[in-house]
């Protein structure tokens, strides 16, 4: 089993596509669903409770997040003290890594660093002086000895160049990422979309620009011998060649869940507070088997479910954009598949060819990318 701890719902930066949008999100109807508001805010619950659900399941992964979990650096800490995970990972915004010391920060199998690609574009929709301090950041950890996976993880929105912003963090001069992840800003706010120009960015920028870095991830297949772990291509080539259906690929609701800040397990963090998707909480709960949630339609009846596994099921249960929003954003993950199902053949022979290998292809699933963007 996957979990994200969620620290604090605190955070140190106030980004367009979140704090932004919260100010701007009057609209508390989350399809009937009862919310509570009054969680705290930070963990308060008894961490030795960690420490029991990893003897319960030594396989557990445990990731650290916010808000910003590294506002709690004396948390993690404790926790790293304490508990014995199989790997413990950290979704973080970056600012404050330098905090903690390299005896811990060295023990994270993963690292979830979050930029949108290069500074003008990072510092627009994160705030000035972003980039320039996180890319320090990771300069110094990985000189004090970080030898785990570093990956960049974008939020897009239609300011997004995809093609040149992903280019942009694999050539970054002082630092190169060499592994990527995306995630659309879509569907999880109330009020956004009709002030928004999701469609025509979507259709003449993103999809475009996704199928081109699908065209350059395998021209350095051949070239380089390279499968970079551009995560959205490398988790549906990987089910294309292994012929497997998927069910949610972040895993929320059946295999990853998060526990919120009074110790109660919800599907993703999210979803926090929606206690009609609470699972059972950290002290009760037999961690093997909380409360399983599936996405329900328009994704039951979709002919692509099987490849994309649902995107996402807080977008799914909560109906933030219409029906007709929604299909938007199903377009972008058809144009994705398609890409994908396009180069197929090539990546085929290349592998028939040994210039890169099956394995190439396998990483740690549920590993804090969604996959589908
Ligand atoms: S493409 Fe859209 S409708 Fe189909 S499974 Fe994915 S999210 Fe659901
Ligand atoms: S895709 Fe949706 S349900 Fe899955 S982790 Fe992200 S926000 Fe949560």
């Known amino acids: 089993m996957f979990f994200h701890v969620v620290l604090t719902s605190e955070c140190n930066l106030q980004c367009r596509y979140c704090f932004g949008e919260s100010l701007e999100d009057f609209d508390e109807d989350f399809s009937g669903i009862d919310v509570d508001y009054s969680l705290p805010k930070k963990a308060n619950y008894d961490f030795s409770l960690l420490a029991q659900l990893c003897k319960h399941d030594p396989d557990c992964v445990l990731t650290f997040y916010g808000g910003e979990p590294l506002l709690c650096a004396n948390e993690i800490r404790q926790i790293m003290d304490l508990a014995k995970p199989r790997h413990f990972m950290i979704q973080t915004n970056g ?25 003008e574009l990072t510092d627009y929709y994160r705030g000035k002086g972003t980039f320039r301090k996180v890319i320090e950041n990771v300069k110094r950890i990985a000189h004090k000895g970080f030898r785990g996976e570093l990956i960049a993880r974008m939020t897009v929105m239609e300011q997004t160049d995809i093609y040149k912003q992903v280019r942009r963090l694999l050539s970054n001069k002082e630092f190169k990422f060499s592994s990527v992840h995306w995630q659309l800003n879509a569907g999880f706010w109330g009020n956004d979309y009709a002030r928004r120009n999701f469609k025509r960015w979507s259709e003449t920028s993103y999809i475009p620009g996704v199928a081109r870095l699908a065209q350059f991830w395998v021209d350095q297949m051949e070239t380089q011998g390279t499968v970079l772990r551009l995560y959205p291509l ?17 895993g929320g609701g059946w295999i990853n869940y998060a526990i919120q800040t009074d110790g109660y397990i919800i599907p993703c963090p999210t979803m926090w507070g929606m206690k ?51 299909a938007e954003v199903c377009c972008t993950v058809k144009g994705l598949i398609n890409a994908m199902k396009t180069k197929l053949p090539r990546i085929n022979k290349l592998i028939d060819e040994g210039k890169v290998q099956l394995n190439d292809f396998e990483f740690m699933k549920y590993n804090g990318c969604e996959i589908i963007p």
Do not use: M
């Open 95 to 119: 600012l404050l890594l330098d905090r903690l010391e390299p005896e811990y920060v060295n023990r994270f199998h993963t690292i979830l660093v979050s930029l949108d690609g290069d500074e």
């Open 276 to 326: 009609k998707y609470y699972s059972g909480h950290i002290a009760q709960t037999n961690p093997l088997e909380p409360k399983k949630i599936f996405v329900g339609a328009p994704c039951t009846e979709c002919d692509v479910l099987c490849v994309c596994g649902g995107r996402c099921l807080y977008a799914n249960v909560t109906n933030r954009w219409n029906k007709e929003a929604y």
């Open 234 to 250: 490398l988790g549906v080539a990987h089910s294309l060649l292994h012929n497997e259906s998927s069910l949610l690929r972040c």
